[in-house]
Each structure stands twice: as C-alpha cells, then as structure tokens.
C-alpha cells in the first residue's frame, strides 16, 4: 500500500509544475483504487484513452477541458467530474492545471459489494 496522505496537506502542494511536462504522483493506493496527482504543464494533456474502472477528477488548480465520449466539460478549481468506465475520454489545458484523479477498482470481494448496496 502507498500513502502518501497519512498526514495533513494542501492538495496543490502534492505534485508540482515542470515546464512542457505532465508529473504524476501516487498519493494513495490500496487494493480498492488509486489516488494520482498530476501537474500539467500549459498546453499539456491526455489524449484520449478509456479505463475499466470508474473515475473521478477533482480539478486542484487552474482549467482544464475533459471530453467523455463525445461531450466537452469545462472544469475550475474545486470541480468534480465522474468518468464512467469504458468510455473514452482526454484532458486539455490551455493553461496550467492540476487535478487528483481517484481511481475505483471493484471489490476483490463480490459479497461485500451486494452488502453495501442493500445497506
């Protein structure tokens, strides 16, 4: 397990700008999912890609533009977007941004699933 959040930060001081480049740092990480901070340098980005997990961006600093499947979403500081797995998606930035991308895997155990879902 990784965990780089077992004491109190600013989200924007978990990873830090370069100049032309995009830096990601595992904050997190358990059999349950990933947490990444990213850095994107201006005009840096994704390009498009799909996941087979769910994931949720929480854009830290500055702009960025995500599309999902065919629709562009414009995202701030303190935005929150849900990306649904298998469908392909990619981030743009037109100016420096950062983001903290959670990554939810499904339970290694089924049964606990159906528990929650009937609580």
Do not use: C, W
Not at 20 to 42: E, I, K, P, W
Not at 45 to 57: F, K, M, N, Q, R
């Amino acid at each position: 397990m990784t965990d780089h959040l077992s004491s109190v930060q600013p989200l924007s001081d978990l990873v830090e700008y370069q100049d032309g480049s995009v830096v990601s740092r595992v904050v997190f990480r358990n059999d349950a999912g990933v947490m990444t901070a990213f850095a994107f340098a201006q005009g840096q980005g994704l390009t498009e890609h799909s996941s087979p997990h769910d994931a949720i961006v929480q854009v830290v600093d500055g702009r960025a533009r995500i599309t999902i499947g065919r629709e562009e979403h414009e995202l701030e500081a303190g935005d929150v977007l849900h990306l649904p797995p298998s469908i392909p998606h990619a981030l743009h930035g037109g100016v420096p941004f950062k983001i903290l991308l959670t990554i939810l895997k499904r339970s290694a155990r089924p049964e606990e699933e159906a528990k929650a879902d009937t609580a």
